[in-house]
């Protein structure tokens, strides 16, 4: 049996797991609200981003409380360290996803995205959210081979940020500058999005083998495609 | 005088005003850098991003080496734990600064921002940095008077980024689409850098009175004025 010690332990990693899993919910949601302009979808989007942060500043007073406490020591102490950065990293790609849904309401009852980007936006959408699934899935199972996997993972996300830009910077583009600004800003978000979830599991390879991932391969989406 | 344990504390609060500080210049020579079109500094900026990074890994090494060997308590825990979320913010600051170099790098011999923008872009960089200097001020002297000063400044970033989409949607925009998604990106680097300094400053509110600003007064700046 664990002692309540380990519990506590356990119920921050289960915390994270839970944002991990709304926040991947958050952005598949505003992906289909934005594309299909549900204003309805948009809102209840929004609106849930709250428990994102709620459930964050549970996990800092939970954490804090547990250091305060227990006082642990090598392994359990970075165990607590990483898990309020991770929670950070959830709590912001929580946010990513709200700006998405909030770019859908604002151009409600329109679609922010033309028609001929639908596909490439719908492919980040769920690449997004398939990130986190399997952020989520390093988070329980620890498992560093995954974890170093989202790396390459993510090069398709930086492929489909291109492809994006590629459109918007071809000669043919005839949806104007309001329309180039959105895509500007949603390939941001899914991009950054993206980038927390490799970020999360770079921390749990930390949290492994007590070295930054960014030692064993390094990894930045570059912009400069733009 | 003090013991080797608040030395210590000191120390990491030594790190933070320097960090802090490179990232406030940094992000002032970005701007020129991007309104000069002056590569060399660019690529000054760029390169000297590292040494942010560097403090970050070091800051973070000693608060857990500083938790693990004296187990704090109370305030110091608190000063720590957010001490890691501070360094977070900075170093993400420093990040942004880079890109605005990257931006300016990308499009030597060109600057990425048309003259008729210049003005509005060096007030977002000035801002930026000032920004930066109060959060650094901030950190040395826990005022949280001026730390929740920077919210109200940052209304002015906002104010900044409104013009800048105002000059987008302009119909007599005449600058193309590549100049409207770089100066859409840039725009969104100033306004991010700005919330991490006024993060930065939220944190030392949290710091001293055991409450997140956020229950004292809101700010998350919206870009649905895109």
Redesign the interface.
């Known amino acids: 049996m664990r002692d309540a010690y380990h519990e506590e332990l356990d119920s921050i990693g289960e915390d994270l797991v839970e944002m991990a899993r709304l926040v991947g919910s958050a952005i598949g949601r505003a992906t289909t609200a934005m594309l299909d302009a549900d204003l309805r979808l948009a809102e209840s989007v929004i609106a849930a981003d709250e428990k994102v942060d709620t459930l964050q500043?549970e996990l800092e007073a939970r954490?804090?409380a547990l250091?305060?406490r227990q006082?642990p020591?090598?392994t359990d102490?970075?165990i607590v360290?990483t898990s309020?950065?991770m929670s950070?990293d959830l709590e912001r790609a929580g946010?990513l996803a709200q700006?998405v849904a909030?770019?859908a309401r604002?151009r409600f009852p329109q679609s922010p995205v033309p028609h001929d980007l639908h596909t490439t936006l719908l492919e980040m959408g769920q690449l997004a959210q398939r990130l986190m699934a399997k952020a989520a899935e390093v988070i329980i199972t620890k498992d560093v081979e995954l974890a170093l996997e989202l790396e390459q993972d993510d090069d398709e996300m930086d492929l489909l940020h291109r492809t994006l830009?590629q459109h918007?910077?071809d000669d043919r583009?005839k949806h104007g500058?309001?329309t180039?600004?959105?895509v500007?800003?949603l390939g941001?978000y899914y991009e950054r999005f993206a980038d927390h979830a490799v970020s999360v599991a770079k921390r749990v390879v930390y949290l492994v083998t007590g070295e930054?991932a960014d030692e064993i391969q390094t990894a930045?989406a570059?912009?400069?495609g733009?």
Request: a negative charge.
């Open positions: 500043h954490a804090i250091l305060a006082q020591v090598a102490l970075r360290v309020l950065r950070a946010d700006h909030k770019q604002l830009f918007l910077m583009w500058i309001e180039a600004v959105d500007t800003l941001r930054h930045e570059p912009v400069e733009a």
